[in-house]
């Protein structure tokens, strides 16, 4: 027997975890731009843990080697505000029969990303929850994977009145710190009370309830309306929570925890937590892959961490901020999913003083090589999965964030779903890409 060999692979091994450990704690330069950029996080880290769906030491749903393959669609009771009026556009006739028919004739669009708001339960409960089982079931019927994103956009209709949906009217009941249109993007100094509250488990409703629990009890009427059909593929937590100050990585990880655990008690399926508002370098939250890995949920068993991508990942900032994604679910140990999928151009402005980037209308589209080096570089890299944004019976001012027209007969007032040239080129770089 040769103890003497194994206590030295004992020692060894001792001696590779102090270093990874040192590596992971004190990393040979510590400003934000570096841990930004790193293709590796941790020494020996397996580089091709996103080459399948299982990820690291995940169980995720099968799917086979493939990623999900698919496109963001909006809703109609799903999507109204409570603190302003509903759509001035008519909801279209056959919708979801006619949308999901569409997606499964591509042969190649295998789920969508429905977006829903809490507000909008609130608004209308029964409408809300009978329209979800719709779109269950036409998915049903089609094939069609659906992922339940729990959205939020500018934090409420109550905070931002003119675009903001999200979280319901209730919870902004203190009207010294949250005047109707105080605003509900990051740089409002009410959205950021808001949030703050939030991450602490303080905004309660006016019966005392904390808004935690609230939002869990909200998720499980979703899960129990459409968990039973085989087309829910899974439950984003909530889209792009705002965090204002460093120790809120730790708060946001604890909410996921928290809302994952609740969810574990009546679903199996995947549950996805999204990267957080704002995405910025020089923010006072310590931006870096090791701080955004801290809002993983404790919990990870079929779990998978959800960015946004609006420009080309091959140079520049996008892809620094792929980098940023990967490291951190890396760390975090769950596979990748790119929830939204875009191409725009942003421009410099002036608000209050400070230069802020807005998206160029006029300039900002997206070509048929343009989606197809995104999508490449996606599948390069093993991405879970990802999602155009946007399919909607809403017009965009920006053409290519609209994959569809919608034409209504000036007699009848029938609709009819147009594909804009815009559905093609997705279509084709999925082809071009994966070749089926």
Same mark, same amino acid.
Do not use: C
């Given at each position: 027997?040769?103890?003497?060999?194994?206590?030295?692979?004992?020692?060894?091994?001792?001696?590779?975890?102090?270093?990874?450990?040192?590596?992971?704690?004190?990393?040979?330069?510590?400003?934000?731009?570096?841990?930004?950029?790193?293709?590796?996080?941790?020494?020996?880290?397996?580089?091709?843990?996103?080459?399948?769906? +299982?990820?690291?030491?995940?169980?995720?749903?099968?799917?086979?080697?493939?990623?999900?393959?698919?496109?963001?669609?909006?809703?109609?009771?799903?999507?109204?505000?409570?603190?302003?009026?509903?759509?001035?556009?008519?909801?279209?006739?056959?919708?979801?029969? @006619?949308?999901?028919?569409?997606?499964?004739?591509?042969?190649?669009?295998?789920?969508?990303?429905?977006?829903?708001?809490?507000?909008?339960?609130?608004?209308?409960?029964?409408?809300?929850? #009978? #329209?979800?089982?719709?779109?269950?079931?036409? +998915?049903?019927?089609?094939?069609?994977?659906?992922?339940?994103?729990?959205?939020?956009?500018?934090?409420?209709?109550?905070?931002?009145?003119?675009?903001?949906?999200?979280?319901?009217?209730?919870?902004?009941?203190?009207?010294?710190?949250?005047?109707?249109?105080?605003?509900?993007?990051?740089?409002?100094?009410?959205?950021?009370?808001?949030?703050?509250?939030?991450?602490?488990?303080?905004?309660?409703?006016?019966?005392?309830?904390? $808004?935690?629990?609230?939002?869990?009890?909200?998720?499980?009427?979703?899960? +129990?309306?459409?968990?039973?059909?085989?087309?829910?593929? /899974?439950? #984003?937590?909530?889209?792009?929570?705002?965090?204002?100050?460093?120790?809120?990585?730790?708060?946001?990880?604890?909410?996921?925890?928290?809302?994952?655990?609740?969810?574990?008690?009546?679903?199996?399926?995947?549950?996805?937590?999204? !990267?957080?508002?704002?995405?910025?370098?020089?923010?006072?939250?310590?931006?870096?892959?090791?701080?955004?890995?801290?809002?993983?949920?404790?919990?990870?068993? @079929?779990?998978?961490?959800?960015?946004?991508?609006?420009?080309?990942?091959?140079?520049?900032?996008?892809? #620094?901020?792929?980098?940023?994604?990967?490291?951190?679910?890396?760390?975090? /140990?769950?596979?990748?999913?790119?929830?939204?999928?875009?191409? !725009?151009?942003?421009?410099?402005?002036?608000?209050?003083?400070?230069?802020?980037?807005?998206?160029?209308?006029?300039?900002?589209?997206?070509?048929?090589?343009?989606?197809?080096?995104?999508? +490449?570089?996606?599948?390069?890299?093993?991405?879970? $999965?990802?999602?155009?944004?946007?399919?909607?019976?809403?017009? @965009?001012?920006?053409? @290519?964030?609209?994959?569809?027209?919608?034409?209504?007969?000036?007699?009848?007032?029938?609709?009819?779903?147009?594909?804009?040239?815009?559905?093609?080129?997705?279509?084709?770089?999925?082809?071009?890409?994966?070749?089926?």
């Amino acid at each position: 027997m040769n103890t003497g060999g194994k206590f030295t692979q004992g020692v060894s091994l001792i001696i590779v975890l102090i270093l990874i450990s040192a590596y992971i704690l004190f990393p040979k330069n510590n400003s934000v731009i570096s841990v930004y950029a790193q293709q590796t996080v941790m020494p020996g880290l397996n580089n091709d843990i996103f080459a399948s769906k +299982a990820g690291t030491n995940q169980s995720l749903e099968g799917h086979g080697n493939a990623p999900y393959l698919g496109v963001n669609i909006r809703g109609y009771y799903t999507s109204m505000p409570q603190a302003r009026e509903g759509f001035k556009q008519s909801f279209p006739s056959n919708y979801y029969e @006619n949308s999901f028919k569409i997606f499964s004739q591509t042969k190649i669009i295998d789920h969508v990303r429905f977006r829903f708001y809490w507000e909008s339960y609130e608004r209308d409960p029964i409408a809300f929850l #009978e #329209e979800l089982e719709v779109v269950a079931s036409t +998915a049903d019927k089609y094939g069609i994977n659906v992922i339940y994103d729990n959205h939020q956009f500018r934090t409420s209709s109550w905070l931002s009145v003119g675009q903001g949906t999200g979280f319901p009217t209730y919870l902004f009941n203190d009207p010294l710190l949250y005047q109707q249109g105080s605003g509900g993007a990051v740089k409002y100094s009410a959205a950021e009370t808001w949030w703050t509250k939030w991450w602490d488990r303080s905004v309660k409703s006016t019966n005392g309830t904390d $808004g935690w629990t609230l939002q869990a009890e909200f998720l499980k009427k979703v899960v +129990a309306t459409v968990d039973k059909h085989r087309s829910t593929l /899974g439950y #984003e937590i909530l889209s792009e929570p705002q965090i204002h100050t460093k120790d809120q990585w730790t708060k946001i990880g604890a909410f996921n925890s928290f809302i994952t655990d609740e969810l574990r008690k009546i679903t199996n399926k995947t549950l996805i937590y999204s !990267v957080n508002l704002p995405l910025d370098m020089k923010d006072a939250t310590q931006l870096d892959a090791l701080n955004i890995g801290k809002m993983a949920p404790l919990h990870k068993k @079929n779990v998978v961490f959800k960015m946004n991508m609006y420009g080309s990942p091959s140079t520049g900032y996008h892809n #620094e901020k792929l980098k940023l994604y990967l490291n951190a679910s890396r760390i975090a /140990g769950v596979p990748l999913y790119v929830g939204e999928w875009n191409y !725009v151009k942003r421009i410099p402005t002036l608000n209050e003083g400070k230069k802020i980037w807005r998206v160029d209308m006029n300039k900002s589209d997206i070509s048929q090589s343009e989606a197809n080096n995104i999508v +490449a570089k996606f599948k390069e890299l093993g991405i879970w $999965g990802m999602a155009y944004w946007d399919w909607s019976f809403v017009p @965009n001012r920006i053409p @290519n964030f609209n994959l569809v027209n919608i034409a209504y007969d000036s007699l009848t007032g029938e609709s009819t779903i147009q594909p804009t040239k815009y559905f093609q080129i997705m279509k084709n770089s999925y082809k071009h890409a994966y070749g089926y």
